[in-house]
Each structure stands twice: as structure tokens, then as C-alpha cells.
């Protein structure tokens, strides 16, 4: 099933004999790094960052809440680093691992953030 509004399709082209350098990896921007739906909601992981902020610890995620029809409803920041997710509405919590903290299960509350 396809909803209206949450999918984009964008048309790249390519001209031969012009040549332009790839965006310097410092200057590209990590956008949704993951994402999360239930009967309710869409939610997606987000960084909004370089990859310098990153490293930096500059900035932590957020989280965005969308409908299904793809209106933005809410976003969450949050106060450390994770790379993958799962919620709990019932409990309105979310649940947060981070890739190199593999010892480590984060959780944050939806009403608390």
C-alpha cells in the first residue's frame, strides 16, 4: 500500500562530458538513519548532522512522529546516541540500542522527553 505524501521520487540526470566532483563527505548531511511503524504512527530516527558533528558529539538524534498520511507530528530530541530502535505504544516508551555499545539497551519515555 502506497500512502500520499510520505514517498518522493526524484529524477536524477546525468550530461556526458560534464564532470562534477562528488558533495566532500564532511559537507554531506545524515538524514533518517531508521524507521518504525505501528497501527498509529510512522516513526523515524534521525541525525540532521555531518558526520564531523557526529564524531564531535556536537548534536544527539531525534525522533519524528508522523501520521500516516504523512503529516510530521511531533519531534523528540534525545539526550544520547542510538542507531536503531523499537517503541512500545502501550507504554509510550522507546527503546534504543546504539551499534558500538552493544552492552547497552537505552529508554526513553514519551511523555518525559
Known sequence: MIYPGICYRYRVEYFTGRTRGPLEVENRYIYAIGAYATENYIYTLNLDMTPQDIYAGK?????Q??????KPLKQYK????ISAFTIDEASR???GVFAEDESS???FNLDHL
Open 105 to 107: 539497551i537505552y529508554t
Open 59 to 63: 548534536y544527539y538524534p531525534s525522533l
Open 93 to 95: 516508551t522507546v527503546y
Open 65 to 70: 512522529v508522523f501520521s500516516w498520511e504523512g
Open 78 to 81: 534525545l539526550n544520547c546516541y
